[in-house]
């Protein structure tokens, strides 16, 4: 069984940054696919960010050029490190996992995710 459990969430301003990880253990071949989705209220979830066997990555278009998804080398640590942040980037983010994806398949929700952590919730303000 998998375990994700997120931190590093909080509140800051417009431009801001803000730094969140993804703790994860169990098989390690049951999440060698890493993802973050957020949800804001009254909004569907969606991916933010995917790494694949610690190498591929992908991101949805909103976020590219100020997040950076990346892990640590012994792929129990998932980081997003989120810049320029902007009041429309306020939501809960959640770290998901899965054996195996293609990172913009993960995204796109082509592939589901198997596991799932409980969020961490990031708001900006303007």
């Known amino acids: 069984q998998v375990q994700l459990v997120e931190s590093g969430g909080g509140s800051v301003q417009a431009g801001g940054s803000l730094r969140l990880s993804c703790a994860a253990s169990g098989h390690i071949y049951s999440r060698k696919c890493m993802g973050w989705f957020r949800q804001a209220p009254g909004k569907e979830r969606e991916g933010v960010a995917a790494i694949y066997d610690g190498t591929n990555i992908a991101y949805t278009d909103s976020v590219k050029g100020r997040f950076t998804i990346s892990q640590d080398s012994s792929e129990t640590t998932v980081y997003l490190q989120m810049n320029s942040l902007k009041p429309e980037d306020s939501a809960v983010y959640y770290c998901?996992?899965?054996?195996?994806?293609?990172?913009?398949?993960?995204?796109?929700?082509?592939?589901?995710?198997?596991?799932w952590g409980k969020g961490t919730l990031v708001t900006i303000s303007s």
């Open positions: 998901a996992a899965r054996s195996w994806c293609t990172p913009e398949g993960a995204i796109t929700g082509t592939y589901t995710m198997n596991y």
